[in-house]
């Protein structure tokens, strides 16, 4: 079965991320739900990753929807000339938070250290003997003084003692976990197509490329805010489009340890 019918997300492997950002995504829905990690405060947050990563290709702009590497030269978002940034997702639980098993879905440029600490350490970030990561947030002031919480600057770092998940912590991740390679899903090529052609003309023009010397082609530059969509927006579009995703395959569960 290819991807593009299988449609689910890839599941990531941290020796891959160390040498460059993933290409190959996708991504859909789940009738479970778990909250979103957020970074809403300039302080610092204590997460323990668990489990694998998935990568996914994730428009915030033209329309909130995932696509799929397969998908390109079809994808009508894609061939207009939006580039689809790609989402890292992985389940956590946040300390500062009763222990909760929440999602986190960034950039490569947070999952980038969690690489580079299995690069040096030779240690899982997310497997069962890792450490605790502690993310110093802080956010750039604008012109008026307000911080601009769209744009925010990240430093991980591992904590000093390794944290072994608990038999307790292995329970929770074991009843509330969710399949994030069905969770992130392909929307299907008609879906995209639906919701395309639903917008109109103005909404449709892409981004303009940045002007490097020497450079044949760039990528769309998309203003696209670091944090999440609101867990309320994600849950209202899964959803409206829940049948809108491809089929899932049977007995294909990848996010485990």
Do not use: C
């Not at 604008?142 to 919480?149: F, M, Q, T």
């Not at 991980?156 to 998940?165: C, H, K, M, T």
């Not at 608990?166 to 969770?183: G, M, N, P, R």
């Amino acid at each position: 079965m290819t991807e593009e019918r299988n449609g689910k997300a890839s599941v990531g492997n941290w020796d891959d991320l160390a040498k460059k950002p993933a290409s190959n995504s996708s991504g859909g829905n789940s009738n479970k739900k778990l909250p979103y990690m957020k970074f809403d405060q300039e302080k610092v947050y204590r997460i323990r990753l668990v489990g694998k990563y998935v990568t996914a290709l994730k428009y915030f702009k033209p329309f909130p929807a995932i696509t799929h590497p397969d998908y390109k030269g079809k994808d009508p978002a894609w061939v207009a000339g939006w580039y689809p940034p790609t989402k890292y997702i992985i389940h956590i639980l946040d300390r500062e938070d009763g222990n909760q098993l929440k999602i986190l879905e960034k950039s490569y440029n947070m999952f980038k250290h969690f690489s580079n600490f299995k690069e040096t350490e030779k240690i899982d970030p997310s497997g069962l003997d890792a450490p605790d990561f502690n993310i110093t947030v802080k956010f750039p002031r604008l012109p008026d003084g307000k911080p601009n919480k769209n744009k925010p600057d990240y430093i991980v770092s591992a904590a000093r003692e390794n944290s072994p998940l608990t038999e307790a912590e292995k329970q929770i991740y074991k009843e509330q976990h969710l399949d994030l390679s069905e969770k992130y899903r392909a929307y299907s090529l008609e879906k995209l197509q639906e919701m395309w052609d639903a917008l109109p003309a103005s909404e449709k023009i892409p981004p303009k490329r940045e002007a490097k010397p020497g450079a044949k082609s760039q990528k769309p530059v998309v203003k696209e805010p670091e944090e999440s969509v609101p867990e309320e927006t994600v849950a209202t579009q899964e959803e409206a489009l829940a049948e809108a995703v491809t089929p899932a395959k049977e007995g294909d569960s990848t996010d485990l340890f």
